[in-house]
């Protein structure tokens, strides 16, 4: 079966950085994305890695290592505003078809 | 700006109707669209791949008599919720991709509430 899991929840005080972690089982893989969601709100792109590595977009970096079937994605000089739920998503294939790991609930705090 | 645009963003129906939400790429064409349901508090979810000009391809346990999908031109992808019950809310969400590249944009979203 297919499974992607990240922790449900992690909290951080404003500036700090945070990590959070996706392991995932799928029957095939193409690359790695990340989401953010605000609550009500529709997730927004945030980086994509489709081979191992490290892509740092501004203060979001995402890594990748397709042999441990993992991921995370690092959040740097958090602030407030970065409170909000991420998720990761995994493309089996090349049609752009999106399956999705539980979400992490992100708290920064003052 | 939006790439992607959904309507509406909100609506309420009775229980027993039926409910068409819009999905639209906008200044691209998308021959593929995708169609998520998100329950409160949990993940998104893939329902159905729309393809523009033929039948659309649903997940496995997703009714596709419940669930109607329709991609009539390359910039329109309609879900509609057939007889819908209070257990069909939810929020729906689509996505298209931009090419070339491979940015998977998300519509704004549509809560449904069936009451």
């Known amino acids: 079966g297919q499974s992607l899991e990240q922790p449900s929840e992690v909290t951080a005080v404003e500036g700090a950085i945070v990590q959070i972690n996706c392991t995932y089982q799928?029957?095939?893989?193409?690359?790695l994305s990340w989401y953010q969601q605000h609550d009500g709100g529709a997730p927004t792109f945030l980086s994509y890695?489709?081979?191992?590595g490290l892509e740092e977009t501004g203060r979001f970096s995402s890594f990748l290592s397709r042999s441990d079937s993992y991921g995370y994605l690092l959040l740097q000089e958090l602030q407030m505003k970065d409170s909000a739920s991420y998720f990761c998503?995994?493309?089996?294939?090349?049609?752009?078809?999106?399956?999705f790991g539980s979400g992490t609930r992100l708290l920064v705090r003052p | 700006g939006a790439v992607v645009s959904q309507h509406p963003s909100w609506v309420i129906c009775k229980s027993g109707t039926s409910v068409k939400i819009e999905c639209r790429s906008l200044?691209?064409?998308?021959?593929?669209m995708f169609w998520y349901r998100q329950f409160p508090k949990q993940s998104l979810m893939l329902m159905a791949t729309s393809n523009e000009g033929s039948k659309a391809t649903y997940e496995q346990g997703v009714e596709k008599d419940k669930f109607l999908i329709n991609h009539a031109s390359l910039t329109l992808s309609t879900l509609t919720v057939t007889s819908a019950h209070p257990e069909d809310s939810s929020f729906y969400i689509c996505?298209?991709?931009?090419?070339?590249?491979?940015?998977?944009?998300f519509g704004e979203g549509s809560w449904l509430t069936v009451v």
């Open positions: 890695n489709a081979l191992d």
């Open positions: 200044d691209f064409q998308a021959t593929t």
């Open positions: 799928t029957s095939g893989f193409y690359g």
């Open positions: 996505s298209a991709t931009v090419l070339p590249g491979n940015t998977i944009y």
């Open positions: 998503a995994v493309e089996e294939d090349s049609s752009y078809k999106l399956i």
